[in-house]
């Protein structure tokens, strides 16, 4: 199985300001058809999941602007340009490129 | 309006049964992949089972063998029999939809305890 690696475990940032999370995938997300299906998903307390970004840099529709998705291969990164009060939450980066699906471990995104 | 509600769920003995529904609105199940994935609370998410738009179904190895994943198109539901419920399958369970898993159900509670 694919093992998806998300850093930082847990980010403080300060309203208004950038935050980055980081996934790296232990094996190359490139598929046969030349899609890398890397995703974003969004957990808020107490709701479930909610797809952000998909093909690594694709915003689902209604996600805000703010929100941006990068990389290839094996790094990806999800920033968010100025973080909002109801950015807090889980965020995820999961692979469809190769069956079973796998998620990353998840990074808290906190208010300092 | 695409909606998913899982229903199904709740407490049972080690080695019981549950089916787990997802009724779907706003689109057609038969014409989707459609995924269920469970998280431990406070824990990960981890995939469980797909079928495809062909009928074909696919599990994670912890649960093969032990749950069904089918779907009725009349009711435009999914289903996830789950038989020889074991302690560590103690999860809210989502329904979720296509490979870029676009919506999701807001899950239902399944806890396996004696």
């Known amino acids: 199985d694919i093992v998806m690696t998300q850093t930082p475990l847990s980010s403080p940032v300060t309203l208004g300001q950038p935050a980055s999370i980081s996934c790296r995938s232990s094996?190359?997300?490139?598929?046969?058809?030349?899609?890398?299906?890397l995703s974003w998903l969004q957990q808020r307390p107490g709701q479930p999941p909610r797809l952000l970004i998909y093909t690594i840099s694709n915003r689902f529709s209604g996600v805000p602007d703010r929100f941006s998705g990068s990389g290839a291969g094996t790094d990806f990164t999800l920033k968010i340009s100025r973080v909002e009060a109801e950015d807090v939450g889980v965020y995820y980066c999961?692979?469809?490129?190769?069956?079973?699906?796998?998620f990353g471990g998840g990074t808290k995104v906190e208010i300092k | 309006e695409v909606q998913l509600m899982e229903s199904g769920g709740g407490l049972v003995q080690p080695g019981g049964s549950l089916r787990l529904s997802c009724a779907a609105s706003g689109f057609t199940v038969s014409t989707n992949y459609m995924t269920w994935v469970r998280q431990v609370p406070g824990k990960g998410l981890e995939w469980v089972s797909v079928?495809?738009?062909?009928?074909?179904?696919h599990y994670a190895d912890s649960v093969k063998g032990r749950f069904i994943i089918s779907r009725d198109n009349s009711k435009n539901t999914v289903y996830l029999q789950m038989n020889s419920l074991r302690v560590e399958d103690t999860a809210v369970y989502y329904c979720?939809?296509?490979?870029?898993?676009?919506?999701w159900g807001q899950g239902t509670q399944v806890t396996v305890s004696s």
């Open positions: 079928i495809y738009i062909n009928g074909n179904t």
């Open positions: 094996q190359s997300l490139v598929h046969s058809d030349g899609n890398t299906y």
């Open positions: 999961m692979q469809a490129t190769r069956f079973p699906v796998t």
């Open positions: 979720a939809r296509n490979w870029e898993y676009d919506y």
